[in-house]
């Protein structure tokens, strides 16, 4: 079962180099710790309403136990960590708006 992790931001205004930059590098670092078929890709809402304009990065994963392994390799590294603060702090080039786990469920037709 497919497992996905969707962080969603709210780029602050005329941030947008700034918050790619730091994306790349927070996804540069995931794949430099793991050596399964993690796959991110990052996208931005462009349907009009609320979301429009926000940013979703979508980490995809072959099952929960992989996701679980991969977050606990990431948080135990330090250069993680740091991109982490970076994103948090007061003049973070975005802000976090949320971070959810989705598993693929297959309806019965």
Known sequence: MVVARIWTFNVKPGRMAGFMEWIAENIREPKRLDDSDLSIRVF????????TGKIDAVAKYE???AAGSA???LHAEPDYQRI??????????ALRISCRLLSE???IV
Do not use: E, K, L, Q
């Not at 931005?44 to 979301?51: E, K, L, P, T, Y």
């Open 44 to 51: 931005r809402r462009s349907v009009a309403g609320d979301g």
């Open 84 to 93: 982490v603060a970076h994103g948090a702090a007061a003049d973070a080039p």
């Open 63 to 65: 099952n929960t136990g």
């Open 105 to 107: 469920i297959t309806p």
């Open 71 to 73: 977050a606990d390799r």
